[in-house]
């Protein structure tokens, strides 16, 4: 099993910029790892991913430029750095983590889930 609590959500102005944490445990460090949004009344949507190692990324075409993901596994933790937020960007923000080594954008084909923490950008 695997835990994943996110941190680092809140309300920001347009413009600006947060640093969202995932914390892991329950078991080696060693998956692909990727952050999703959801919106009000809209579907779960892609945002970034990591490979185990950090040596692979790869971004929703939304948040390509301002957003980045990075990882540290001495510390079982994964971040979104989010800047340039623009108000489209308001949603909760949900870690993941995929077992299998996918490079998949497919919420379905991801494992475990943390509780998602949300993101509110003003205009």
């Not at 933790?77 to 077992?99: H, I, N, R, W």
Request: proline share 2%; glycine share 12%.
């Amino acid at each position: 099993q695997v835990q994943l609590v996110e941190s680092g959500g809140g309300l920001v102005q347009a413009g600006g910029s947060l640093r969202l944490s995932c914390a892991a445990s329950g078991r080696t460090f060693t998956d692909t790892m990727g952050w999703f949004r959801q919106a009000p009344r809209k579907e779960r949507e892609f945002v970034a991913a990591i490979s185990w190692n950090g040596g692979s990324t790869y971004y929703a075409d939304s948040v390509k430029g301002r957003f980045t993901i990075s990882r540290d596994n001495a510390k079982n933790t994964v971040f979104l750095q989010m800047g340039s937020l623009k108000p489209e960007d308001t949603a909760a923000y949900y870690c993941a983590a995929e077992t299998s080594g996918l490079r998949t954008t497919n919420s379905r084909d991801w494992d475990y889930w943390g509780q998602g923490t949300r993101v509110t950008v003003s205009s």
